[in-house]
C-alpha cells in the first residue's frame, strides 16, 4: 500500500490506474479506523479493481469547542489495517495540502443539511460536502462508500453529487455494531467504563421506538418515550427524530423512514439511527 501525502503524487499514481483502465472506490474517513470502516473499505474493494482510503481530520466540519484537538490521530495502527485488507492507496493530506492557501470555496447543501445534526452544529455539513466534494475531485473515484451511522452525512452527500451531476455512485453501508448493540464510532474510545455500560441505552431506545412504530404507534409518543429512555440513562438527548429518509423532513407514509437521535453520555457525544417500517 502505498502513503500519499502530496496531491502532485496522487495524481501520478491515479493516472497510471486510469491508464490501465482501473477504476477506484474511495473510502474518505478521519482515521482512527474500526471494524465499522472496514466494512466499507471490504465493499469497496469488491465495487472497483483499485480502493483509496482517505485519513483526513477536516477542521472545516468542526464547530468552535468541539473535538478537533482531541479527535484520535493513529496513523500507523491505521495503516497496518488498511494495508491487511488489501488497499491500495493512503491518501493522507496535511491540512495545507488539503486547504492551500487562497483556498475560497464552500459547498453548502441547504434542506437536508438544515435540520438534526446540522442545527446542532452550524456549518459543520458545510465542511464535510466541502472536504468530499474536494476529495472527489482529487481521486475521480467511481465509487465512494459511507456509513449509514452517520445517515444525515449520507443524506447531504447524496444530494450534493444528485445536485451537482458528479459522476460517482454513493454507497451507504449499514452500521457496524458491538455485541451489545452499541454503533462502532471513532469517539466511542472518550467513553469511560460507566459511561460505555449505560451507551447501550442509545440503540436500546432506538429499537424500542422502531417497534412501537411498526406496531402502528403515535409516532410523537415512541420519541417521547425514546428521549424519556435516554434521560433516565444519564443522556443529555440533543434530539430524537422520526424523519423521511431521503428528505430528512417529516416523515410520509409508504415511504423510508428513519429514527434518529443525537444524546451526549458526559462529553461524548454520540449518534444512532434505525430504519422504521412507516406504512
Ligand atoms: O465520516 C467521516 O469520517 C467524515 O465526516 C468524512 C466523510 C471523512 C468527511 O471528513
Known amino acids: 500500500m502505498q502513503i500519499i501525502r502530496r496531491l502532485e503524487a496522487l495524481r501520478q499514481a491515479l493516472d497510471l490506474y486510469a491508464h490501465a483502465g482501473e477504476g477506484v472506490a474511495l473510502v474518505p474517513t478521519m482515521g482512527a479506523l474500526h471494524a465499522g470502516h472496514m466494512a466499507l473499505v471490504d465493499a469497496a474493494r469488491r465495487r472497483a479493481p483499485r480502493t483509496v482510503v482517505s485519513i483526513f481530520v477536516n477542521p472545516k ?11 484520535p490521530r493513529r496513523e500507523a495502527a491505521d495503516a497496518q489495517m488498511l494495508a491487511d485488507h488489501g488497499v491500495d492507496i493512503l491518501w493522507a493530506p496535511e491540512v495545507d495540502e488539503m486547504y492551500p492557501a487562497g483556498f475560497a470555496t464552500t459547498v453548502s447543501v441547504s434542506g437536508v443539511s438544515e435540520v438534526l445534526d446540522g442545527a446542532h ?5 458545510d465542511g464535510v460536502a466541502t472536504v468530499v466534494a474536494r ?3 482529487q481521486v475521480r473515484p467511481v465509487a465512494a462508500f459511507f456509513g449509514e451511522k452517520d445517515f444525515q452525512q449520507l443524506a447531504v452527500v447524496r444530494r450534493m453529487v444528485a445536485d451537482l451531476s458528479l459522476p460517482v455512485e ?3 453501508v449499514p452500521t457496524q455494531r458491538e455485541d451489545d448493540g452499541l454503533a462502532l464510532s471513532s469517539r466511542n474510545i472518550y467513553l469511560d467504563e ?14 424500542v421506538a422502531e417497534r412501537a412504530l411498526s406496531r402502528g404507534d403515535d409516532p410523537a409518543s415512541a420519541v417521547a418515550g425514546a428521549l424519556a429512555a435516554l434521560t433516565r440513562a444519564g443522556f443529555d438527548p440533543d434530539y430524537v427524530a422520526l424523519v423521511d429518509a431521503e428528505t430528512l423532513r417529516d ?4 415511504r423510508p423512514a428513519r429514527l434518529l437521535a443525537a444524546a451526549r453520555l458526559g462529553t461524548t457525544r454520540l449518534i444512532d439511527n434505525i430504519a422504521v417500517d412507516f406504512d
Open 121 to 125: 452544529r452550524p456549518g459543520h455539513f
Open 194 to 207: 460507566a459511561e460505555r455500560a449505560r451507551a447501550v441505552a442509545l440503540p436500546r431506545a432506538l429499537g
Open 251 to 254: 416523515p410520509v407514509r409508504g
Open 61 to 71: 466540519q468542526f464547530g468552535p469547542g468541539e473535538d478537533l484537538a482531541r479527535y
Open 170 to 172: 454513493i454507497v451507504g
Open 135 to 137: 476529495l472527489f475531485g
